[in-house]
């Protein structure tokens, strides 16, 4: 029985080991507070998972890349700064947002121009544009929220049978995605490109414009999730979505997506984003420390990381599984100590009879010899 194997196989299966943690997780706080199977509280958790659904599903496509995108918290800000600005500035309601989540594009765009063509690595490019957005997000707003108008107000407000508005075009954007992941020519593209550039280039794949565009995908969903965001909450700021980053990433690997490249699902990162809704959910149930609460989505990064190691086979599991295998082999090895033992006695118990043995045969064939002697 190899533990580390059958480890790998489990956490292999990103669907099914995110299914069992939501479980697990939904018993214990279940069972620590009633509330968190109330209808408000699942509308409330469905709602919040639905803006991290938004970017992680961008945040996946980048992952599946090999690369990472820093920036689409910023992002997040940016856009829904931008569209409420603008209806501000006399601009029509409708057409502001239309201007907001474009501005998440053209950021996307930017991150993906100077990554393939300036061959800067991605971490490196989205970090500093990120820095780039959020400066440019407080000098619209002077540090200050700005009002959205209520002609917008539908986008993240509107209802339908108990559920917002975020939570139904969640559902569509995870069935659209998957399909275009799965079944589209750019899925397969975005797929061969994350697991082996250089092959999809002798493939014919256009592998630059592939990166370009999957940036800029990233980028229009978080401009998105921004003007959705900022719909819901009835005004737009500079720290709007800055403490996603953190729960987008894991929500995406965690769900199976290889930070590798090469990799990855929709009903995965629906998953994950489910899984680190509840983990934020439960804080707020329990009444638990928000100092806390970013100390467990920095670890559950960490895990995630750890996760996908495991998954690719890089990284032997050294906790249950190697503590298993190393008291089975002491054991075995004691027991084939007392085994060499015994076979050792055995073997010097052999050797000296054998040399009894032939002292014995020695001294009868030495007496004749002397009996002949005297009788001459």
């Known amino acids: 029985m190899n533990v580390g194997a059958m480890t790998r196989r489990i956490l292999g299966r990103g669907e099914f080991f995110s299914v069992l943690v939501i479980v697990l997780m939904s018993v214990f706080v279940a069972v620590k507070s009633s509330a968190f199977l109330s209808s408000d509280n699942l509308d409330s958790l469905l709602l919040a998972v639905s803006t991290i659904v938004f970017v992680a599903i961008g945040e996946a496509f980048v992952l599946m890349l090999g690369e990472i995108d820093l920036s689409v918290a910023a992002t997040i800000a940016l856009s829904g700064v931008v569209a409420a600005w603008l209806v501000g500035q006399g601009l029509t309601p409708w057409l502001a947002v239309v201007v907001g989540v474009a501005a998440g594009t053209f950021v996307g765009l930017v991150n993906g121009l100077i990554i393939v063509f300036g061959h800067v690595h991605s971490f490196i490019v989205t970090l500093g544009v ?30 339908a049978g108990g559920l917002q508005t975020p939570v139904f075009m969640m559902v569509g954007m995870i069935v659209l995605f998957q399909i275009v992941l799965s079944g589209s020519v750019f899925g397969r593209r975005v797929l061969f490109t994350g697991g082996n550039p250089e092959a999809a280039r002798l ?17 229009t969903l978080s401009g998105f999730a921004g003007v959705v965001l900022a719909a819901q909450l009835g005004s737009a700021s500079a720290d709007a979505g800055s403490s996603l980053l953190l729960p987008l990433i894991a929500a995406a690997v965690v769900g199976g997506v290889s930070m590798l490249g090469g990799r990855g699902s929709m009903l995965g990162v629906f998953l994950g984003s489910i899984l ?12 638990l420390s928000a100092f806390w ?34 008291f089975r082999s002491s054991k075995a090895g004691q027991e084939g100590g ?28 030495a007496a004749p010899i002397g009996d002949s002697g005297g009788e001459k």
Do not use: K
């Open 130 to 159: 990120m820095s780039v957005v959020e400066g440019i997000t407080l000098l619209i707003t002077g540090g200050l929220p700005i009002n959205m108008p209520q002609q917008v107000w539908s986008l993240g407000q509107w209802q």
């Open 203 to 219: 493939a014919g794949i256009p592998v630059r414009s592939t990166r370009v565009l999957v940036f800029m995908l990233a980028g």
């Open 276 to 287: 680190l809704g509840i983990v934020g959910n439960a804080f707020v149930i329990l009444n």
């Open 293 to 326: 609460q970013q100390a467990t989505y920095g670890a559950v990064v960490v895990a995630a990381g750890i996760i996908d190691q495991v998954r690719q086979g890089r990284m032997r599991l050294r906790l249950f599984g190697v503590l298993f295998n190393r």
């Open 338 to 365: 007392l085994t060499d033992s015994l076979a050792a006695r055995s073997e010097s118990s052999a050797v000296e009879d054998a040399s009894l043995g032939t002292a014995e045969n020695s001294h009868m064939s």
